[in-house]
C-alpha cells in the first residue's frame, strides 16, 4: 500500500527566511503533484514533476523531485505572508489515476 | 472556462436525514474524482470514475455512501443515513485521462455537519 510523507506538518517561519518540506513515498513512482490550500478554499494545482530530477519553479516555490529516493522537496525561498497556506503533496498508486495525498504542511509566515 | 462546480456550499442536516452532494466536472475531462476531507484522516479518495464508470471505490467507508455518474457532465454523491461522524469537507474534482500526467482540478468542496 502506498504512504505518502510530508514533513514537518507544521511549519512557522519569519518572512524573508528559507526553508524546505519533504514529501517521502513509499512505493516506486514517476510522477509527483504538488498542491496549495488556502483555509476553507480549494485545493490548487502547483507543480506537476515528471520525471526523476524534475526541478520546477514559480515565484519563490521551487519543487524538485528523486524517484530513485521516493522523495520530493519543495523549497521556499525568502518567505512572504502570501505563501501561508497548507501544502500538499500527491502520489499516484499504481500508475493509475487514484492519487494518495500526505497529510500536509501548514505553512505559517509571520512579519 | 468554468472549473469543477459543486453543490451544495454548505449542507447542515440532521443525523438520520439523506444527503446528496453534486458535482458538474470540466468540460471534456473525462474522470471524476470524490473526496473527503477531515481534520483527523487528512484527504481521502472515496471513490473515482472514468467515462462515467465507476473504476475504484475501495474509499467508500460504507453501504450508506453510494456514488452516481449518469452522464459525463454530472455526479452525486448520497449518503443515507447521515451520521455525525460523516462531518466533513468533501471535495469533487476531475482530469482528462489522455492529458498526459495533468493534475486533477478540484472543486471548491461541500462543507457537510450532520447535527
Known amino acids: 500500500e502506498l504512504k505518502v510523507e510530508q514533513n514537518p506538518l507544521f511549519l512557522s517561519m519569519q518572512e524573508g527566511k528559507n526553508y524546505t518540506i519533504y514529501c517521502n513515498y513509499s512505493?516506486?513512482?514517476?510522477?509527483l503533484y504538488w498542491y496549495r490550500q488556502d483555509p476553507g478554499k480549494s485545493l490548487e494545482s502547483l507543480f506537476v514533476?515528471?520525471?526523476?530530477?524534475a526541478v520546477k519553479q514559480e515565484g519563490r516555490l521551487m519543487a524538485s523531485l528523486d524517484t530513485k529516493a521516493r522523495l520530493s522537496t519543495l523549497h521556499i525561498t525568502a518567505a512572504v505572508h502570501d505563501l501561508s497556506a497548507t501544502y500538499f503533496c500527491?502520489?499516484?498508486?499504481?500508475?493509475?489515476?487514484?492519487?494518495?495525498f500526505g497529510k500536509g504542511t501548514k505553512l505559517t509566515v509571520n512579519p | 472556462d468554468a472549473g469543477v462546480i459543486q453543490s451544495p456550499r454548505h449542507e447542515v442536516t440532521e443525523m438520520g436525514q439523506e444527503v446528496t452532494l453534486r458535482c458538474k466536472p470540466i468540460?471534456?475531462?473525462?474522470?471524476l474524482f470524490w473526496y473527503r476531507q477531515t481534520m483527523m484522516r487528512g484527504l481521502e479518495l472515496l471513490i473515482y470514475?472514468?467515462?462515467?464508470?465507476?473504476?475504484?471505490d475501495s474509499g467508500m467507508p460504507e453501504d450508506r455512501f453510494s456514488a452516481k455518474m449518469p452522464n459525463a457532465s454530472f455526479s452525486t454523491l448520497k449518503i443515507q443515513p447521515s451520521e455525525p461522524r460523516d462531518s466533513a469537507v468533501y471535495f469533487c474534482?476531475?482530469?482528462?485521462?489522455?492529458?498526459?500526467?495533468?493534475?486533477?482540478?478540484f472543486g471548491d468542496g461541500t462543507r457537510l455537519s450532520i447535527l
Open positions: 474534482a476531475s482530469s482528462l485521462d489522455r492529458a498526459p500526467y495533468q493534475p486533477q482540478h
Open positions: 512505493t516506486t513512482s514517476d510522477r
Open positions: 514533476l515528471l520525471s526523476n530530477g
Open positions: 500527491a502520489v499516484p498508486q499504481g500508475g493509475s489515476e487514484k492519487l494518495v
Open positions: 468540460s471534456g475531462h473525462n474522470s
Open positions: 470514475f472514468n467515462n462515467n464508470v465507476p473504476i475504484d
